[in-house]
């Protein structure tokens, strides 16, 4: 009997994967029996150090390096992974800023990366895995897509576009035995939020803000992750999921 958190035989691609969120649940599922596709913008020496890893763990891999904000590098990552079965969308682009400080540059660089891209692969994912009657399609999406951060509106704003996308993929592909969601992580401790967090008094404040007491970690995520990319999650589809310690209670 296949246990349900199995992935053996399946491939997954997991954008964004060489440090925090993203390679945590690279490395979930890759330890649940997937080959993994791990992605980075470039070869870089973190997500060196996340394929010594996934060695060392016996996990069967490979490497893509694609700039997901340029469009013609988002599909030509598409057709190299065609066979995945799991797509979890976890790269971003984050900026802060106040709405009137916020060139257009700026914005096109978060829509690109956030929307766009999500666009483009969802739509390049979706009808082939409807076709072979399986697969599973993640978005990381963030609390601030329901309730922006002083100078994240922007940010906030392509993770909301990115959760409404969500919600109309998992009904187009859901007969297909296509499931697509949203994990939504709270702060969690990674090198993007490192900055922000090595502040005292800031820290002080955000923590009486979360029920459990402390950041996540991206381990958090991986667990949950694993569990909507599976046949556990089988009849999960179109959720929004939090991991935030009840930072949003």
Request: one cysteine or more.
């Given at each position: 009997?296949?246990?349900?958190?199995?992935?053996?035989?399946?491939?997954?691609?997991?954008?964004?994967?060489?440090?925090?969120?993203?390679?945590?649940?690279?490395?979930?599922?890759?330890?649940?029996?997937?080959?993994?596709?791990?992605?980075?913008?470039?070869?870089?020496?973190?997500?060196?150090?996340?394929?010594?890893?996934?060695?060392?763990?016996?996990?069967?891999?490979?490497?893509?390096?694609?700039?997901?904000?340029?469009?013609?590098?988002?599909?030509?990552?598409?057709a190299s992974c065609a066979d995945a079965?799991?797509?979890?969308?976890?790269?971003?682009?984050?900026?802060?800023?106040?709405?009137?400080?916020?060139?257009?540059?700026?914005?096109?660089?978060?829509?690109?990366?956030?929307?766009?891209?999500?666009?483009?692969?969802?739509?390049?994912?979706?009808?082939?895995?409807?076709?072979?009657?399986?697969?599973?399609?993640?978005?990381?999406?963030?609390?601030?897509?329901?309730?922006?951060?002083?100078?994240?509106?922007?940010?906030?704003?392509?993770?909301?576009?990115?959760?409404?996308?969500?919600?109309?993929?998992?009904?187009?592909?859901?007969?297909?035995?296509?499931?697509?969601?949203?994990?939504?992580?709270?702060?969690?401790?990674?090198?993007?939020?490192?900055?922000?967090?090595?502040?005292?008094?800031?820290?002080?404040?955000?923590?009486?803000?979360?029920?459990?007491?402390?950041?996540?970690?991206?381990?958090?995520?991986?667990?949950?992750?694993?569990?909507?990319?599976?046949?556990?999650?089988?009849?999960?589809?179109?959720?929004?999921?939090?991991?935030?310690?009840?930072?949003?209670?």
């Amino acid at each position: 009997m296949t246990l349900p958190f199995s992935l053996a035989g399946r491939t997954a691609l997991v954008t964004g994967s060489s440090r925090g969120i993203g390679k945590a649940i690279a490395m979930a599922l890759g330890r649940a029996g997937a080959k993994v596709v791990f992605h980075g913008a470039s070869d870089s020496p973190a997500l060196r150090t996340a394929l010594a890893e996934a060695d060392a763990a016996g996990i069967a891999h490979d490497a893509r390096f694609a700039d997901i904000g340029s469009a013609a590098a988002c599909d030509d990552l598409a057709a190299s992974c065609a066979d995945a079965d799991i797509l979890v969308l976890n790269a971003s682009a984050q900026s802060y800023g106040r709405l009137a400080d916020f060139s257009d540059a700026a914005f096109d660089t978060l829509v690109n990366a956030n929307v766009r891209a999500s666009f483009r692969l969802v739509r390049a994912f979706g009808p082939k895995m409807a076709e072979r009657g399986w697969g599973r399609i993640l978005a990381i999406g963030s609390v601030n897509q329901a309730r922006p951060a002083p100078r994240l509106a922007i940010y906030a704003a392509t993770k909301a576009a990115m959760r409404a996308l969500v919600l109309t993929a998992a009904k187009e592909y859901a007969p297909g035995g296509v499931t697509v969601n949203t994990l939504t992580p709270g702060v969690i401790a990674t090198d993007r939020n490192a900055q922000a967090l090595s502040d005292p008094a800031f820290t002080e404040t955000l923590l009486k803000s979360i029920p459990a007491g402390r950041f996540g970690t991206p381990e958090d995520c991986a667990g949950l992750a694993l569990a909507l990319c599976s046949d556990a999650g089988a009849y999960v589809t179109g959720a929004d999921l939090v991991v935030d310690g009840g930072f949003s209670l």
